[in-house]
């Protein structure tokens, strides 16, 4: 019998509303009961945790990493990526398909999924929407679905082609599954390195504008209600990383008309501005780019109003000799899966007075619907205890050099968190502690 005792944890549970002190009982990986503090004093377990001044709550659950493995696994491996993932309080990642070669047949899929890959954490996996990527012949969705896939994105590359969309939608949504789309019109983006603006024109560097987000979010959305009222089905359009004001009003748009559409945000997008980049620092180079002040204020409007369902980091490692080029040549991503909470406590909670169990809920509970899972994501007994421990206040400095990831390209060395992670419990076990 594998027991674990929180005790006098601040429990907060955005799926059941409790947001109180509690005790609760892991058994056997999962969560075998929750009560008033001090309900367990007789029993007997192996393993007391006292969580005096610690927030419990679901696991955190990152719907969009990269993990580069199979093929790029000096920048990081499964292994390394999900041991980040759990110091940032995450118990589930959802690993994109981009890899080398791109995961887009059930035997990559498997590959990837396979205990041998050593994840410290409950990993997914999307597949890729179309093979190798290419925009053209979808993947074989159904297989997939079957091995495992928890949805399908040709992430780093958007699809473009109408008629390829609305098929990868149509099947998709057979299956019950999201397609994950990066809203990017490449027709419009060719040798551009940063967003469009001011800041790109000081640089001397070309920049993306922001229609060439909104252009395809639009594009997809209209696809969902053309299909809706065609073939009576409801697909769900998940956007990824979403960083201009104009997507996102075209998001809050289709929900209103009750179309199936669920958006991510990235920390760095409501953190930092495209101002970032002064001094061509290559660390804060990814796609979609950081946006000028008002999108970035934007993104927190529509984090604030429910807009945004959930927080996802994009977490993208590369090696320092890759970044450290001249900015043009330099790939785009920066990691993430560390800082994620402290900037989202910061900024978020502190500056823009989001109550920390919303901010949980971004996290958690909002990101598993997305990728349908059915007993993670809440505090409910029965579920996998997948649990974070958390310090809701103390103020800490983030440094690169001790990340958990074998990359260290973040544009936040050096830079103020809010709230730590403490604990981080993946099915019972104790997978990080700080
Ligand atoms: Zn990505």
Redesign the pocket.
Known sequence: MTDLLIRNAHLIDPASGLDTQKDLLVRDGRIAAIEHPGSFTALEVQDTIDAAGLVLAPGFIDV???LREPGQTWKETIATGTRAAAAGGYTTVVA?P?TVPVNDTVESLTWMLAPERNSAIHLLAMSAATQGSMGEHLTHYEALAIAGAVGFTD??KPILDDHVMRAALVVAARLGLPISQ?AEDTRLTGGCSMNAGPVAFRLGLRGMTVEAESNIVERDIALLREIESDEGLRPHLHV??VSTAKALSAIRQAKQQGLHVSCEAAPHHFTLTDEALEGYNTNAKM?PPLRAEADRLAVIEAILDGTVDCIAT?H?PHAAHEKEVEFERAPN?ITGIETALGLALRVLHREHGLPVAHVVALMSNNPAKIVCLKDRGSLAVGNYADIVLFDPAVEWTFAAAQSLSKSKNTPFDQSPMLGRVHATISEGRIVHRH
């Open positions: 969009h990493v990269h994109m981009n992430d780093g990066h990824q990383h796609n994009d993208a991503g």
